[in-house]
């Protein structure tokens, strides 16, 4: 097992990107960069198929951590909404990233499903 000092010098040597990079990227995905088959290919790779409800179109997770960084992008396509959100998490200490990832996935999806939940977020963000 590497030391934390090791750990968190690897994690800050990795390739970075943002949020809005993330989300973005998703998106483009869908809208110019993958063909009818190649999304269909992603959906099973990204967990999009396990995911995927009767009203969904496609649905594309795709999460990772370290022991300091949690991430996650999920992009969400029905007839008649689409969503791409993406989260990161540095725990630069890494006294909360193990609980954090246990619920992370959870949270994420509930945001993309339950609009209800995404409007008082929406609300708590903004005021």
Do not use: C, P
């Not at 790779?45 to 995927?52: A, F, M, W």
């Not at 945001?111 to 939940?117: G, I, L, S, T, W």
């Amino acid at each position: 097992m590497l030391s934390l000092r090791i750990q968190s010098l690897l994690t800050q040597k990795m390739t970075r990107s943002t949020t809005n990079q993330y989300a973005h990227f998703m998106k483009r995905l869908q809208d110019e960069l993958l063909t009818t088959e190649e999304k269909r290919l992603f959906s099973q790779i990204v967990l999009g198929e396990t995911l995927k409800t009767e009203t969904d179109q496609y649905i594309w997770y795709k999460g990772g951590s370290t022991l300091f960084v949690v991430t996650a992008a999920l992009y969400r396509k029905t007839d008649t909404s689409t969503i791409s959100i993406s989260l990161f998490i540095n725990d630069l200490k890494a006294e909360n990233s193990h609980w954090m990832g246990e619920v992370f996935d959870e949270f994420i999806l509930t945001v993309v499903a339950d609009q209800n939940f995404r409007q008082q977020l929406i609300q708590a963000f903004t005021t």
